[in-house]
């Protein structure tokens, strides 16, 4: 089974300052899905990014960016010039690509909470 | 377009009682599933569907029921709450049952059982 590792239960930034949020996972697949998402206070689920096993490019979204390791099996996120309305839990997820008919399964790290600071 | 809708957002059970959480959504989406999410432990699957008349177990499917009777609803049912079903609920969706497809969560149940 797969697992998923965020060891940063809290993280701190200052406004406009950039932040690197840490994910490791465990799998014996080649091929998988890794996501970022963000839970701001309201609860909601919000995707961040996507990174695909197999594209060696690091996905990035404006002010979002990954670095993407697969052999270290490391999934961290930076985010640039923090804004304050970034503080929120962020929540690591591994999607395997062989689970067919099974689910649509994310498994989800435990999170990190991020606080921007002015 | 509301996206998916979870009612009711708070809801507090004794011991013993039934009670079913309700899951909609109007994106014609196949896929649909049910998450709990407690402290320190991240979200963990309890049931999914690929499509109507077709639901199957995930990662911590006791206690509770599904059915998907028709594309849009998605109904939780805890048939004896229980304590340790303290968590907050989040139900999501997806166009197909694929990464290739965004999942959509909708803005959960918090449930506290005494």
């Known amino acids: 089974a797969q697992t998923v590792t965020q060891s940063q239960p809290e993280m701190s930034v200052q406004e406009a300052e950039t932040v690197t949020l840490s994910c490791t996972y465990d799998?014996?697949?080649?091929?998988?899905?890794l996501f970022w998402y963000k839970q701001p206070p309201s609860r909601q689920m919000i995707l961040v990014i996507r990174q695909e096993a197999y594209k060696q490019q690091n996905a990035t979204e404006n002010r979002f960016s990954v670095n993407f390791q697969k052999a270290a099996k490391s999934f961290s996120l930076k985010i640039s010039d923090s804004q304050l309305g970034d503080a929120a839990m962020y929540f690591c997820a591994y999607r395997s690509v062989i689970l067919t008919g099974g689910g649509n399964k994310l498994t989800f790290g435990t999170g990190t909470q991020l606080k921007v600071e002015l | 377009n509301a996206g998916v809708t979870q009612t009711p957002k708070f809801q507090v059970l004794k011991t013993g009682q039934s009670m079913t959480l309700q899951c909609a959504q109007d994106?014609?989406?196949?896929?649909m599933s049910w998450y709990r999410q407690d402290p320190g432990m991240g979200l963990r699957l309890i049931h999914y569907s690929v499509g109507a008349g077709i639901t199957d177990q995930g990662e911590v499917p006791n206690g509770y029921n599904v059915s998907r009777s028709t594309t849009e609803d998605f109904p939780l049912r805890l048939l004896s709450a229980a304590p340790s079903q303290t968590s907050v609920y989040f139900c999501?969706?997806?166009?197909?049952?694929?990464?290739?497809?965004?999942?959509?969560f909708g803005p959960g149940t918090r449930l506290t059982v005494t």
């Open positions: 799998t014996s697949e080649s091929d998988y899905y």
């Open positions: 999501a969706s997806s166009y197909r049952d694929s990464p290739d497809y965004e999942q959509y």
């Open positions: 994106m014609n989406h196949e896929y």
